[in-house]
């Protein structure tokens, strides 16, 4: 015996099921953006990260003000970790996460061999 089905409650069913299955989606690209260090972040702040290692604040960290400091950028940093020529990496410091090649933070050390 065939049951009859609200046109409407079918519609909603459908829908529904189209915003679940597209929720892992939108969930990874929010971690992805989440994963890139930002300026703004607590601990970027108390570290001086910058993306851009010419804006660091040397006033505040002469690190980067020392003789040898104009080489001082995250891609040359033992923490970094390229992921490949896109000009980002990840950092130990930010616990893995993404930041720019070209970016300094006062926990930079010097990358051995």
Known sequence: MP???????R????LLAGAVGSLP????????????VSEQDELAMQLGYVTEASR????RFPKRAEPGGDQQFCRTCQFFKADSDSGTGGCVVFGGRTVRAGGWCNSWFKKTG
Not at 3 to 9: A, E, F, H, S, T
């Open 3 to 9: 049951r009859n089905v609200d046109p409407g409650r």
């Open 11 to 14: 519609k909603s069913l459908m």
């Open 25 to 36: 989606i939108l969930l990874l690209r929010d971690v992805e953006a989440a994963d890139v």
């Open 56 to 59: 660091a604040d040397t006033g």
